[in-house]
């Protein structure tokens, strides 16, 4: 296995920043009179917006710096059952929470409860139970709690309704939603990793080959879902991110560190040329049906950020720049939970904003101060260790 460092900051300021954006856009997403650029493209568009390159960064960066916790626990002595157990729970977590999420987007008007008290009580229970509770708390305390954020989820689990009136439906992964995709991808990434030892030739073959997958499926040689890994292309990004940390361990660890910045140069600028060599041959660029296009694209922009981040961050040491959102580089999962309690909140008790807050450069300004404000809200309370740990 390569060596890595226990920590890159620069992964950690490119989640942050990530992060931000993926809360801005989603903030953004009801603001009328913005730029079409701005948002996602439609389904039936041979096109990608700003918005279309902030999840696939993501899982990018999961593989990023998974090789830095697995190796971490490598060097902990921590056997292969534990840190497998350990890829097991986190996904199974991801996968949960994803589900539940799913199903919120189905919930139905006839419910039991009101959607936004829904949402807020499985927000709540996802707290309870993956909260990083400080090992100094009692045992029985802490059990207690966990013990109650899974009866608020299965209690939300029994009283949902789905579908329509005429028709109610109970809880399906229509499909596993942003955390569950992300969950699936590291599952399959993960364990690759950690039987594979890390070894870079093994890692680039499963990179190509997920790539092949993605590729084949939507030129229809293959069918559209296989079982795990979809159409390839949440695994692809993920191992993308693998395969680029581990050019890092070994450039760094024979001090050719020189080397990273054109060998990065070319992987990216090479994905994006070759995502618009085979938009024609593969159903164009698209978010929505994953198109190989899309995900060349959008590895290739990141890699080019991730270049920039090393830059700026190990290099230059300019992490200071980026302190006002560093929380959603440390605290990622809290960050990504926090806008479901500010948006049910808001449903909850029939606030909404004003036309003047929510058209135009006035309604990005509010988004992007929104954004700030719960990026800030999650530093504090992080110094209190009220923080969700997978």
């Known amino acids: 296995m390569q060596q890595l460092p226990k920590r890159l900051l620069s992964i950690d300021v490119l989640r942050a920043v990530t992060m931000f954006l993926m809360i801005f856009v989603n903030e953004s997403a009801g603001v009328k009179n913005v730029p079409v650029w701005l948002d996602h493209a439609e389904a039936s568009d041979d096109a990608m917006g700003f918005a279309d390159t902030i999840f696939p960064a993501f899982l990018f960066i999961v593989g990023l710096s998974l090789p830095f916790a697995i190796n971490n626990k490598i060097r902990k002595a921590e056997s292969f059952p534990k840190i497998l157990i350990y890829i097991l729970t986190r996904s199974a977590a991801l996968l949960i929470m994803g589900f539940f999420h799913v199903n919120l987007e189905d919930y139905s008007a006839a419910a039991v409860l009101p959607k936004a008290v829904w949402a807020l009580v499985i927000t709540a229970g996802f707290f309870l139970i993956w909260l990083d509770y400080p090992e100094t708390m009692h045992k029985t305390k802490k059990y207690v709690l966990v013990a109650v954020g899974i009866i608020l989820l299965v209690s939300m689990a029994a009283l949902f309704k789905g579908g329509t009136p005429e028709a109610p439906t109970w809880m399906k992964p229509s499909w596993w939603g942003i955390l569950g995709i992300i969950g699936w991808s590291y599952l399959v990434c993960a364990i690759i990793y950690l039987l594979s030892k890390g070894r870079m030739s093994l890692l680039i073959i499963f990179w190509v ?99 920039l981040a090393v830059y700026l961050i190990d290099v230059l040491g300019k992490k200071d720049w980026f302190k006002w959102i560093a929380p959603a580089g440390t605290s990622t999962l809290t960050c990504y939970l926090m806008p479901y309690f500010q948006v049910y909140l808001m449903r909850l008790f029939h606030i909404k904003y004003s036309v003047f807050l929510n058209t135009g450069s006035v309604g990005l300004i509010r988004s992007f101060a929104i954004s700030f404000i719960l990026i800030t809200l999650v530093g504090l309370m992080e110094k209190r260790r009220i923080r969700l740990k997978l």
């Not at 292309?233 to 080397?259: D, E, F, H, N, W």
């Not at 164009?284 to 290739?300: F, L, R």
């Open 209 to 307: 080959l997920f790539a092949a997958v993605n590729i084949t499926v939507h030129m229809g040689m293959l069918p559209g879902r296989i079982w795990l890994i979809g159409d390839g292309s949440s695994v692809t990004l993920t191992m993308g991110g693998i395969v680029i940390s581990g050019l890092y361990a070994r450039l760094v660890g024979i001090g050719k560190t020189q080397r990273l910045w054109l060998i990065m140069a070319v992987l990216g600028f090479g994905l994006i040329a070759a995502g618009f060599f085979i938009r024609p041959f593969a159903e164009g660029i698209s978010k929505i049906h994953s198109t190989p296009a899309w995900v060349m694209i959008c590895s290739g922009i990141t890699i080019l950020f991730f270049e």
